[in-house]
């Protein structure tokens, strides 16, 4: 049970490079996020896909862009990396439904210098 | 707003003893879901339990419970009998239903919880 999977698992960039994370999950979930996590911060929305073809902002989008390349992927691409960016990055899934958890990938440790 | 309020950003437990980690919350939608994770140092988000907010009874799984008061909006998160795997942040989130069909969750800050031997 693969379930999300995110790669790859750490990165070191340095600033104004670009890089896509990947996130796939194998659970027919309709809806995938893309969350940041800062050192003792809880989880932000960056960007979010409720379906197959749509994707909206979250709380933090600046600075990202996204792309939901069929229903099992979504990506995260950081055009041009800035410090600010140094974070703790998960993709997460879940299928339609008020009680229906979300599913976490293990997640991207990202530094950028 | 915030609408969903961790206050203790860390607390200890004595091995074996029951913990509880606090939630607050704030929604006008009258139907929403309530959410607690674990997340320990290795990283992983694990999902523990879940609350609606029209469930008549507590939720509880295993050793978690949830001490559910709507009036109070709180959901407050019961460990019983804590083992030291428990060492973990813990992360409330709460989903609307009127943001359902987006599956979008609203997570507080988390309480970092360490388990003593």
């Known amino acids: 049970n693969a379930g999300v999977t995110q790669t790859p698992k750490f990165q070191v960039l340095k600033t104004g490079q670009s890089m896509t994370l990947q996130c796939a999950q194998d659970?027919?979930?309709?809806?995938m996020y893309w969350y940041r996590q800062d050192p003792g911060m809880g989880l932000r929305l960056i960007y979010y896909s409720a379906s197959e073809g749509t994707t909206d902002k979250g709380e933090v989008p600046n600075g990202y862009n996204v792309s939901r390349l069929n229903k099992r992927e979504f990506s995260l691409r950081l055009e041009s990396a800035a410090p600010s960016q140094t974070s703790v990055y998960f993709c997460a899934s879940s299928p339609t439904g008020l009680n229906q958890p979300q599913h976490f990938g293990d997640g991207t440790r990202l530094s950028i210098l | 707003a915030q609408k969903i309020t961790q206050t203790q950003p860390g607390m200890f437990v004595q091995e074996k003893e029951a913990v509880t980690l606090d939630c607050t919350y704030d929604t006008s939608d009258p139907s929403y879901g309530l959410f607690w994770y674990k997340q320990p140092s290795s990283g992983e988000m694990i999902f523990l339990i879940y609350?609606?907010?029209?469930?008549?009874q507590n939720a509880t799984e295993g050793r978690y419970s949830l001490n559910f008061q709507k009036a109070r909006k709180s959901a407050n998160l019961v460990i019983s009998a804590s083992q030291l795997g428990d060492s973990a942040m813990y992360f409330c989130a709460m989903r609307e239903a009127l943001t359902s069909n987006t599956g979008k969750l609203i997570f507080g800050q988390g309480t970092t919880l360490q388990v003593k031997p």
């Open positions: 659970m027919n979930h309709n809806s």
């Open positions: 609350q609606g907010s029209y469930d008549q």
